[in-house]
């Protein structure tokens, strides 16, 4: 399962676009739930170490991966036996942090 979530920081940011840019970034939103099958993302270093970016055109979307694991457990009963099977599911949530221009967009 994949959660998005936009800082009230971000959310501000990206009401301050204007409109074509924004649904652009509508557009990177929707990927983003497709994750971990996302291209263009760029994993960031240096004091940003841990964050990553996506882009479209000269804007940008920064934001972060939490990721959660757990263990689903199935019985069934096969041929009069109980057969356990575990699965393990890995939860997404990526908190989008910063949207904005590229200009000064690493500054702060």
Same mark, same amino acid.
């Given at each position: 399962?994949v959660? /998005?979530?936009?800082?009230?920081e971000?959310?501000t940011?990206?009401s301050e676009?204007?409109r074509?840019?924004?649904? %652009?970034?509508?557009?990177?939103?929707g990927?983003?739930?497709?994750?971990?099958?996302?291209s263009g993302?760029?994993?960031?270093?240096?004091?940003?170490?841990?964050?990553?970016?996506?882009?479209?055109?000269?804007y940008?979307?920064?934001?972060?991966i939490?990721?959660?694991?757990?263990?689903?457990?199935?019985? %069934?009963? /096969?041929?009069?036996?109980?057969?356990?099977t575990?699965?393990?599911? /890995?939860d997404?949530?990526? /908190?989008?942090?910063?949207i904005?221009?590229?200009?000064?967009?690493?500054?702060?």
């Amino acid at each position: 399962m994949v959660r /998005v979530k936009l800082t009230t920081e971000a959310r501000t940011q990206l009401s301050e676009l204007p409109r074509l840019i924004a649904l %652009r970034m509508e557009k990177l939103l929707g990927r983003l739930r497709l994750w971990p099958e996302v291209s263009g993302v760029k994993r960031l270093r240096g004091d940003l170490a841990g964050k990553c970016r996506l882009r479209t055109g000269d804007y940008r979307l920064q934001f972060q991966i939490e990721e959660s694991k757990r263990t689903l457990e199935e019985t %069934r009963l /096969v041929k009069g036996k109980e057969l356990t099977t575990y699965l393990e599911i /890995v939860d997404y949530e990526i /908190v989008v942090e910063k949207i904005g221009h590229r200009d000064g967009f690493y500054e702060d």
